[in-house]
């Protein structure tokens, strides 16, 4: 807003009015004081220093009609004062309120402006939109198709990860209790290991034949569980495991490469090296490192296999 508007803003506001024009009352008061005032001295100085012959004599019938005269001006000024003093009141009461008219009337206007520049900014913006988005546009109907098909390919999308849920918990569960018979299977592994080397048998002895084919039964189901492909002793120290990771259809079997290395003369593991589950987006450092200081070699090939099947049904 410049100073022009501000300045009819002010002229237009009643408490500034009433402030004004309480201002000239009482200068034109004063005004009138002094000129009275002034023209009584003039009338006076006249008489004093006008000869007595050729002053004005006044009568005692002049003096009733300047009295009279006196009285009907008084009571006209009581009478304008009265309506005066009527309309200062009147200017109080309706102040107010037509200073609440004129900030509703102010606030309309500059909400009127404003919503005039929108629409002339939301025209501006509608051509510079039409001029970037030329024929063809999307119209609704076409929108409403988009929108469908995009809700149907979405309901495609939510089943088939439903499904992969599905699935993935169907194979959790079955690793989980693969986990628990390579368990069962490991320690009776043991068992049957600490019985050979208790009974001390000659290698002819016929009772260590049902012990070797239990316990190649049990390699064999062992292998079958957890997807065993291949083993192989690299050296002395070291172990290489090959299993089989299976992947959803129509992709082929994955495979993971994990190499135990002991320490010499012991049965410590000291590290261990994986292959194959970058490929599966599968961080397995911390496993390793968790599992290494523990010295615990199944329970480190069982988290790695875990992670690695989970990672291949995501």
């Given at each position: 807003?410049?100073?022009?508007?501000?300045?009819?803003?002010?002229?237009?506001?009643?408490?500034?009015?009433?402030?004004?024009?309480?201002?000239?009352?009482?200068?034109?008061?004063?005004?009138?004081?002094?000129?009275?005032?002034?023209?009584?001295?003039?009338?006076?100085?006249?008489?004093?220093?006008?000869?007595?012959?050729?002053?004005?004599?006044?009568?005692?019938?002049?003096?009733?009609?300047?009295?009279?005269?006196?009285?009907?001006?008084?009571?006209?000024?009581?009478?304008?004062?009265?309506?005066?003093?009527?309309?200062?009141?009147?200017?109080?009461?309706?102040?107010?309120?037509?200073e609440q008219d004129y900030q509703r009337v102010k606030e309309?206007?500059?909400?009127?402006?404003?919503?005039?520049?929108?629409?002339?900014?939301?025209?501006?913006?509608?051509?510079?939109?039409?001029?970037?988005?030329?024929?063809?546009?999307?119209?609704?109907?076409?929108?409403?198709?988009?929108?469908?098909?995009?809700?149907?390919?979405?309901?495609?999308?939510?089943?088939?990860?439903?499904?992969?849920?599905?699935?993935?918990?169907?194979?959790?569960?079955?690793?989980?209790?693969?986990t628990v018979d390579v368990e069962n299977l490991r320690l009776?592994?043991?068992?049957?290991?600490?019985?050979?080397?208790?009974?001390?048998?000659?290698?002819?002895?016929?009772?260590?034949?049902?012990?070797?084919?239990?316990?190649?039964?049990?390699?064999?189901?062992?292998?079958?569980?957890?997807?065993?492909?291949?083993?192989?002793?690299?050296?002395?120290?070291?172990?290489?495991?090959?299993?089989?990771?299976d992947m959803p259809s129509p992709s082929r079997p994955h495979?993971?490469?994990?190499?135990?290395?002991?320490?010499?003369?012991?049965?410590?593991?000291?590290?261990?090296?994986?292959?194959?589950?970058?490929?599966?987006?599968?961080?397995?450092?911390?496993?390793?490192?968790?599992?290494?200081?523990?010295?615990?070699?199944?329970?480190?090939?069982?988290?790695?296999?875990?992670?690695?099947?989970?990672?291949?049904?995501?």
């Amino acid at each position: 807003m410049n100073d022009e508007d501000e300045d009819d803003v002010k002229a237009k506001d009643p408490a500034i009015i009433a402030m004004e024009v309480a201002d000239q009352i009482a200068y034109l008061r004063k005004l009138k004081f002094q000129y009275l005032e002034q023209n009584a001295k003039d009338k006076y100085v006249k008489s004093i220093v006008s000869d007595i012959d050729d002053a004005p004599i006044v009568t005692a019938e002049e003096n009733k009609v300047l009295a009279r005269t006196n009285e009907d001006k008084k009571e006209k000024l009581k009478i304008a004062k009265g309506r005066l003093n009527e309309v200062q009141s009147n200017i109080r009461l309706l102040g107010p309120m037509v200073e609440q008219d004129y900030q509703r009337v102010k606030e309309a206007t500059d909400r009127a402006a404003l919503l005039s520049q929108k629409i002339i900014d939301a025209r501006t913006a509608l051509i510079l939109l039409r001029q970037t988005h030329p024929k063809p546009r999307l119209t609704i109907p076409l929108a409403e198709q988009k929108l469908q098909d995009q809700v149907e390919e979405m309901q495609m999308l939510n089943d088939q990860v439903q499904d992969i849920k599905q699935k993935a918990k169907m194979e959790k569960g079955r690793v989980k209790t693969g986990t628990v018979d390579v368990e069962n299977l490991r320690l009776q592994a043991s068992e049957a290991e600490k019985a050979v080397k208790a009974a001390q048998l000659d290698e002819d002895d016929s009772r260590l034949v049902p012990l070797y084919d239990w316990y190649t039964a049990s390699l064999a189901l062992h292998r079958s569980i957890s997807n065993l492909a291949d083993s192989h002793s690299v050296s002395e120290n070291e172990l290489q495991l090959t299993y089989k990771i299976d992947m959803p259809s129509p992709s082929r079997p994955h495979h993971v490469v994990i190499a135990l290395i002991f320490a010499p003369d012991t049965r410590k593991l000291a590290a261990a090296q994986v292959s194959g589950l970058d490929e599966l987006g599968v961080e397995a450092g911390d496993v390793i490192d968790a599992h290494v200081q523990v010295d615990d070699p199944h329970g480190l090939i069982a988290a790695l296999l875990a992670r690695a099947r989970a990672a291949a049904l995501a």
